[in-house]
């Protein structure tokens, strides 16, 4: 990290990511990636840095952030909590939490009534994990443990989700502390073969989730888990409807729970409040954070059908589980108040008209020799970036093609949120590499069009200095 001084000085003058170290203070930070821009303030879809340059948060951080930046509604949320209560003994009733428990209940799918509160994401998939396997022991199933996930997904960052994400880059570093599960292949375009329909082929791959329960046995398998888009290379591939159909038909019959991972894509982010709502299709349990609290303060949620409830109503099943900041009061007034911004300024249906404005400039992106593939849904869109369209494949490491584009996006007035892997990023078996464009829900169509001009330039110096095209 570069001192104050240096820092307000023109963007990124030839410095990359890679190349900056932690000084002074910031050095206190364990394992502190240095960058090169400091942020003081941020409103709406802008951030500011130590020198007033301002930059469209193009990914809404790690596409999390769907409500505008500074929003004084949500200061006032936090700080009318902060002076009632901050937090209360669990042994007592906690209004807060029920109120916002109800009101979670307005906007989820018919089924999905209840709901656990968790601080995050990965806390949510990990509740969501052992609610699966209480599920099944309350029903009298012992058998019914083994979670089945995608290949190249991600569910998150402690020792249960990164056995449960489809990277096996984490085994190197913690091997037999993970939990191996099975993985299948989901759907996607890239393998299609000629001449089969989109709709034909989605039948195809979801064969794949039963062929999987038959050979594990469908006594031991307890769920499946998946984000309603794709993940890995094919992050944000928008299956057919009749893949979910075929998926839930498959869980049904063998008593499989089905969990949408909606971290990223839940509250608005696709166009519809959550993501399977465009498939007909309603999961069994929801996972959800970022976009629950537009990451205001941490808040995740586990939202379960009425079946499931039942047992955990009844009082015949008990949750072995429970976090210090489960349902924090201040959280729940955060979330409270996120759902009446998403109400109020009309979000989601904000999320769809900017989405489709969004992908006007589809073709334009394509036309870039960098980019192979533009997709996606709502203010949710992936271009895949390519060394070489015909190829098909991204740049070696050794090109720090990433670092690139990053300062050169700064430069722009533009922060993306790493593209997938970044540094880390696993072999991509001739893929390219997803940019998620992913910003706050309250965009207007000039801030789209002023984000799109930036990106273009941002791809024509980028295509240059990489000798592209
Ligand atoms: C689909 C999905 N699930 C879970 C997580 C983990 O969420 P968190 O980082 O809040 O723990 C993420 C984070 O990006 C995610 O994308």
């Known amino acids: 990290m570069k001192s104050k001084e240096e820092t307000s000085k023109p963007i990124n003058s030839g410095n990359r990511p890679s190349s900056l170290k932690p000084e002074g203070d910031w050095t206190r930070i364990f394992s502190y990636h240095a960058m090169d821009v400091e942020i003081t303030r941020a409103e709406g879809i802008y951030y500011y840095d130590t020198d007033d340059n301002r930059y469209i948060d193009a990914s809404g951080g790690p596409f999390a952030f769907t409500l505008p930046h500074g929003d004084s509604r949500m200061k006032q949320a936090i700080s009318d909590q902060m002076d009632s209560f901050t937090h209360i003994n669990p042994t007592l009733a906690s209004r807060p939490q029920a109120d916002y428990c109800a009101k979670v209940s307005e906007v989820t799918p018919s089924k999905l009534n209840t709901t656990y509160l968790v601080s995050g994401g990965s806390e949510a998939v990990e509740t969501a994990m052992k609610i699966a396997r209480q599920h099944h022991l309350a029903k009298g199933n012992t058998g019914k443990y083994k979670i089945i996930s995608n290949y190249g997904s991600y569910h998150g960052m402690t020792l249960a989700t990164q056995g449960l994400s489809g990277n096996p880059g984490y085994d190197k570093y913690f091997g037999q502390m993970l939990t191996k599960w099975p993985h299948i292949h989901q759907y996607s375009d890239h393998d299609k073969p000629e001449g089969m329909t989109r709709e034909e082929w989605a039948i195809k791959c979801a064969e794949r989730l039963e062929k999987m329960i038959y050979f594990e046995g469908p006594q031991s398998v307890a769920a499946y888990i998946a984000t309603p888009h794709g993940c890995g290379s094919d992050w944000g591939v928008v299956p057919p409807k009749e893949y979910w159909q075929e998926i839930r038909r498959i869980c049904d019959h063998y008593d499989v729970l089905l969990i949408a991972d909606e971290v990223v894509t839940g509250f608005g982010r696709t166009g519809k409040w959550f993501a399977m709502e465009h498939f007909g299709v309603e999961a069994d349990i929801m996972t959800t954070a970022k976009g629950i609290s537009g990451c205001y303060i941490p808040l995740g949620a ?146 789209v069009d002023d984000l799109i001009g930036r990106l273009d330039n941002t791809l024509h110096e980028w295509e240059a200095e990489m000798g592209v095209g």
């Open 302 to 447: 586990v939202m379960v059908s009425d079946e499931i409830n039942e047992p955990f109503e009844a009082g015949n099943a008990y949750f072995v589980h429970g976090f210090t900041n489960g349902g924090h009061p201040i959280a729940c007034a955060a979330g409270s108040k996120a759902i009446d911004i998403y109400r109020e300024d009309n979000l989601i249906e904000n999320s769809k008209k900017m989405g489709e404005h969004l992908f006007t400039y589809k073709e334009q992106l394509l036309a870039h020799p960098s980019v192979a593939d533009a997709r996606g849904w709502g203010l949710c869109m992936t271009l895949e970036l390519v060394e070489n369209k015909e190829s098909g494949e991204y740049f070696p490491s050794s090109k720090g093609a990433e670092s690139i584009f990053h300062s050169l996006t700064l430069k722009n007035g533009l922060v993306f949120y790493s593209t997938l892997y970044g540094r880390r990023r696993e072999p991509m078996f001739k893929r390219g590499l997803p940019l998620m464009i992913c910003p706050p829900l309250s965009i207007n169509q000039e801030e």
